[in-house]
């Protein structure tokens, strides 16, 4: 497992406070309630639902691509476009 030097770990932490009191987010790699986990896994099916349905139907799917970190269109060709 990567080490995380205690800056970086600050920062997160700090981030994580502010998300939380904010917004009333927590951070993907906080625990998890089961009632969350449901709800996420609820919301990662339709979500792939809904790409899957504008596939069938022949429109542009937006997506994330975590490696470049950027928004990538994929065309129904299979042509891929990233957005600047």
């Known amino acids: 497992m990567d080490k995380i030097d205690l800056s970086q770990q600050e920062e997160e ?3 994580a406070k502010e998300m939380y009191e904010t917004y009333g987010l927590r951070l993907v790699h906080d625990e ?7 709800m ?4 990662r ?8 349905r504008h596939r069938f ?3 542009t799917i937006a997506s994330y691509d975590p490696e470049k970190k950027k928004v990538v ?6 042509r891929r ?3 600047e």
């Open 73 to 78: 269109l994929i065309h129904p060709d299979g």
């Open 57 to 59: 139907l022949g429109h």
């Open 45 to 52: 099916k339709a979500s792939d639902m809904a790409k899957e």
């Open 13 to 15: 932490q700090a981030l």
């Open 40 to 43: 996420d896994r609820r919301m």
């Open 32 to 38: 998890l309630t089961p009632e969350e986990k449901e």
């Open 81 to 83: 476009e990233y957005a």
